[in-house]
């Protein structure tokens, strides 16, 4: 097939006069080698390498920005764990002292409730020893008067004129009534 | 393919005997010299289109070197774009990530190369493709060719790089018979001329297509009798879908020359894979 096409091709190319074009001229060859050798010395020597070293910083540059804002998200993260635990140590930290203050409190209460108590049990005690010691008093106070209203009568008894029995019985009766009487308000007073 | 040409070597002759309708022909791709004629060095047309071409992928690419940043403008991302979809997308995929680096900025420039030179095509002014006459083609192909059987034969050794190539593990012997020829077929010559022929075809085809839809186009409205003038709009509707046809043919068969240059080399340098 491509024998008879070439043939053909031939014949027209003759009837034309034209060369074939299967077959390169001399002129044709000649320039294509050095358009193909300038092409491949700009590309090659020049322009590819740039443009690959370009390519090939700016894909660094894209990877070391994407391990950088890892390293930061990571730091960030463990900042994050370290404030919480943080957190969570000043919540304990803050419990602790309430439970403690509140403690504390209970045990100032009950103190304070027991020193009152303690007060007053004293001050009950004083009263009372205070009490005794006035009721002592009074006893005392009034065994003198007893002793002095005895001397008062027995010296009334001896320097009376003693004339008669009846007159005699007259006075003991009304000492001993004076007497009761005393007694009587005295007791009422004590109590 | 050869169907193709031949038909067009036997309707061409024909075309051109029309003394008013100027239909392509292959004269379309040996146009007259402009300065050496004669002389290795003989400057036409098509020369010139390709010395364009390649200044401005200079000019571009050198800019786009020397202006790149890290935080790459309008133009750098769209060229990165391409930088890398030839890395990854070709080297890497194919080669393997080691001889993928290795080989990438070669399968690049041939990306970018071949691009450019075929993209004349549908540039005004400069109509047709830097890529349309084999010259071109075959010395892209015959550096792929030296790259890979140089490449293998240091990798391999010479012993090593033929046993790989012609007899390929994992068949029985008495296929060699037959595999054997055709393998060498494939590496020494098949390779290379169909890496040729399929861009020079095809940036050919394309490039007669177009010139046969434009031409027909202004010959049906200009020297057309009446009725026939509708015509014009049909052909000239023909002529934009193969323009916008032909775009994409540029970029696919740049980018199948840059993946074919990426397979041969990972079967000629591993071939146990």
Known sequence: MIGTAITGLLT???????????????????????????????FLKYALPKIQAVLDERTELVEGGLAKAENAQAEAAAALVEYQQQLNDARTEAARIREE??????????????????EAARIVENAQRQIEAERLQASVALRNEVGTLATDLASKIVGESLEDDARRSRVVERFLDELEASTAADAGKGN | METALSSLATILPLAADDSEFHAPS???FFPPAVLFEGTPFEINRIMIVRFIATAALIIIITLAAKRAKLVPGRGQVIIEMVVNFARKGIAEEILGEKLGRKYAPIITTILFSVFFLNITGVVPFLN??????????????????????IDAVRALGVGGFLKGQLFPPGVPKFVYIVLTPVEFLQVFLLRP?????????????????????FSATSF???????????????????????????VF????????????TAVYLQMAIEPDH
């Open chain 1, 12 to 42: 027209a190319a003759e009837e034309a006069e034209t060369p074939n074009p299967l077959l390169p001229e001399t002129y044709d060859i000649v320039w294509s080698l050095v358009i193909v050798i300038i092409l491949g010395f700009v």
């Open chain 1, 101 to 118: 203050a509140r403690a504390e409190g209970s045990a100032i209460v009950a103190e304070s409730r027991t020193r009152a108590a303690a």
């Open chain 2, 26 to 28: 292959l004269a379309d």
């Open chain 2, 128 to 149: 047709i493709a830097g890529t349309s006459v084999i010259g071109l083609p075959l010395i892209f192909a015959l550096w792929v060719f030296a790259l890979y059987l």
């Open chain 2, 193 to 213: 001329a169909t890496l040729t022929i399929r861009l020079f075809a095809n940036m050919m085809a394309g490039h007669l297509l177009l010139a046969l839809c």
């Open chain 2, 220 to 246: 049906l409205f200009l020297h057309a009798a009446g009725g026939l003038k509708v015509l014009g709009v049909v052909t000239f509707a023909g002529g934009v879908a193969f323009f916008l046809l032909e």
């Open chain 2, 249 to 260: 043919v540029a970029a696919l068969q740049a980018y199948v020359f840059a993946i074919l």
